[in-house]
């Protein structure tokens, strides 16, 4: 049988097409061959089990070849195989079925998977590295005959007969000048291991070399010899396909430390395993979170029926659940179809809601059995938990139970422990029970402790995400605001009727705004008398809590940018019934009255890290001298 053709397609230059568009992606012809031959093992396994087939079907493997000097890639199967009919009908007009809408459509594909996946091209991914294209295969059905096919890229082919004598085919490349570095064994492992680590059926590469016992000699001891065995690059049964009983923790730690061979171990992980209303298996682990979105990014792989298609699971996975490491594999996934089409994908809505579920089930059922492990963890897990808190509705719902609220003393109280903590000592006047955080507390620490003496707690509040967190907090808590412990002087923070009585009178308070006003001589600077505890400092520097909040929010990209770009504002309150004031009312100078405001409001600076530069040097030298 010689026969040639042309493959029924409206157009001719189809495969300049593939081979320009998608060289960025070329390497994922590797993928799409070896993937198709795993197909036709497991097809075969599939006949056999119905009784369709009857010879042997456990030793399906795969193997990948390449001869350097001819400059060719071999990929070959015992599988299935094809008949000539068959080439004819799977190669040269199913494959290329969609080739007119290709053609319409390619320009809009933002990456080669859209491409190769939805027009049926996996097979002709092999012209993005390859002159030329040949198929040796023999079909399992009894009296089929080999056949053969060749395609030099363009949309000529030739069919004849073939020459293998056993069952499966074999697809050799004839690799292109451009692409010759795929010629090389690194970069051909590399590619195997990136895609086909975890495919069912054994994948050999070459051969290794191994040591073998070989006797004794003539001290009793073992001798060794060299022999070369199979490079199987894969396993075949990986842990998300096994049940969670028959593993133990080593084996789900031995796997992570596979994946992310440099990274501490996991916090704890969940097995997932459903296959209604869809098919999903994986492992999710929880790693040690350091305050840094993006290096966590991305390190969830995608699989789909062990074969490694990305690690962009942005739609199948929640935003804040990106932030864990593992596998997911799932058939019923979408995978090589538009954003928009994944997004509006009813199967993909109900993966991710499931997998939101099943994490904050993990997590509660962690907080309940061992709330003072939950706790040691909640260093690392507190940023994932307010992550999900803020971004999911269905999250928030249950962790409001297991977010923890941590203070200054380092201890962890859930939501309704806090409010039943402070609820006495820090309701205002009107009724609004106020918690007042640090974002930094070495730096706030003067604010701290004034807070401390009033008898109120100070949350700390200093995670990325604290900003979101704090602002979701007083949507979702009945009568709650938050304020920062610096936003204003410790009597302030929470309006009371207690407050103490002024020592000035009204001229006095008009003399010592007029001397502070003069001696800061800074616009953005809004001097202000409290009458306050002796106490409390003389100058207190805060900035309004919902001014600085958008600024913050600005700062963090959070859609703020007004804010961000307005100038810095201050209040610079003055505590009248302080002994310094007095002193600066009875100065004999108004040099001396200045200075003292001066070095005053310096401390305030000081203390809140906004006094820099030569600002900072005269306050040195201004305090050597009062000395």
């Not at 979105?293 to 699971?313: A, G, H, P």
């Not at 799932?330 to 579920?357: E, H, M």
């Not at 106020?434 to 930094?440: A, F, K, L, Q």
């Not at 605001?481 to 103490?500: G, H, N, Q, T």
């Amino acid at each position: 049988m010689q026969e040639k053709g042309t493959i029924s397609i409206h157009t001719e230059n189809i495969f300049p097409i593939i081979k320009k568009f998608l060289y960025s992606d070329n390497e994922i012809f590797l993928r799409e061959l070896v993937s198709n031959a795993v197909d036709a093992t497991q097809k075969l396994k599939r006949l056999s089990s119905l009784g369709q087939y009857n010879g042997p079907v456990d030793d399906l493997r795969v193997e990948v070849a390449f001869d350097k000097d001819a400059k060719t890639i071999t990929i070959s199967d015992n599988g299935i195989g094809m008949t000539a009919e068959e080439i004819k009908k799977y190669i040269n007009q199913i494959a290329f079925s969609g080739a007119t809408e290709f053609m319409e459509k390619f320009k809009e594909a933002k990456d080669a998977n859209e491409i190769i996946g939805r027009f049926g091209l996996g097979f002709y991914s092999a012209f993005m590295v390859a002159d030329k294209v040949e198929i040796q295969t023999l079909s399992y059905q009894d009296g089929a005959k080999p056949a053969f096919w060749v395609c030099d890229g363009s949309t000529e082919f030739e069919i004849g007969d073939g020459v293998l004598e056993e069952r499966g085919t074999e697809i050799t490349l004839y690799i292109n000048s451009e692409s010759e570095e795929f010629l090389e064994k690194h970069k051909l492992q590399q590619i195997l291991d990136k895609y086909c680590k975890f495919l069912p059926v054994p994948i050999k590469f070459g051969t290794n070399e191994q040591e073998e016992e070989d006797g004794v000699d003539e001290e009793g001891k073992p001798k060794y010899k060299t022999i070369e065995v199979d490079n199987i690059i894969n396993d075949t049964n990986p842990i998300w396909t096994k049940a969670p009983n028959e593993l133990k923790d080593e084996d789900y730690l031995k796997f992570y430390k596979e994946l992310y061979p440099f990274s501490e171990d996991p916090l704890f992980w969940i097995h997932l395993n459903v296959d209604y209303p869809f098919n999903l298996t994986g492992v999710l682990y929880f790693p040690k979170l350091k305050n840094d979105f993006e290096v966590q990014r991305n390190k969830i792989k995608l699989f789909s029926r062990q074969v490694f298609i990305t690690d962009e699971v942005k739609d199948i996975v929640p935003e804040f659940l990106m932030l864990l490491h593992g596998v997911i594999d799932s058939p019923d996934i979408p995978l090589n179809v538009s954003r928009s089409f994944l997004q509006a994908d009813s199967n993909v809505k109900k993966i991710n809601n499931y997998i939101t579920k099943k994490v904050a089930d993990k997590l509660s059922e962690i907080f309940k059995q061992d709330r003072k492990a939950y706790e040691e963890k909640w260093s690392d897990i507190g940023l994932f938990v307010k992550y999900g808190f803020v971004s999911e509705e269905k999250f928030y719902e249950k962790a409001k139970d297991f977010v923890l609220l941590s203070n200054t003393n380092n201890e962890n109280f859930t939501l309704n422990e806090y409010k039943e903590k402070v609820e006495a000592t820090q309701t205002d006047k009107d009724g609004q029970l106020v918690y007042i955080y640090t974002n930094d507390a070495a730096k706030q620490d003067s604010f701290i402790q004034s807070a401390n003496k009033k008898g109120y707690d100070v949350l700390l509040m200093n995670s990325p995400i604290d900003n979101h967190f704090i602002s979701h907090l007083e949507q979702k808590l009945d009568k709650t605001s938050l304020k920062r412990v610096d936003a204003d002087v410790a009597d302030k923070l929470i309006k009371k009727d207690d407050a103490p009585e002024t020592v000035l009178t009204e001229e006095q308070t008009t003399r010592v705004k007029d001397i502070f006003t003069k001696a800061i001589n800074k616009p953005a600077y809004r001097v202000e008398l409290e009458s306050l505890s002796p106490d409390e400092l003389p100058v207190t520097v805060t900035m309004d809590e919902f001014m600085r909040r958008m600024k913050d929010m600005a700062a963090m990209g959070g859609g703020m940018g007004f804010y961000g770009s307005m100038p810095d504002n201050y209040k610079v309150i003055v505590n009248g019934n302080h002994k310094l004031i007095s002193r600066i009312l009875d100065a004999e100078s108004d040099d001396t009255q200045s200075q003292l405001a001066k070095q005053a409001f310096d401390l305030a600076l000081l203390s809140q890290g906004l006094l820099t530069g030569p600002e900072l040097t005269e306050f040195v030298n201004r305090s050597v001298n009062l000395i």
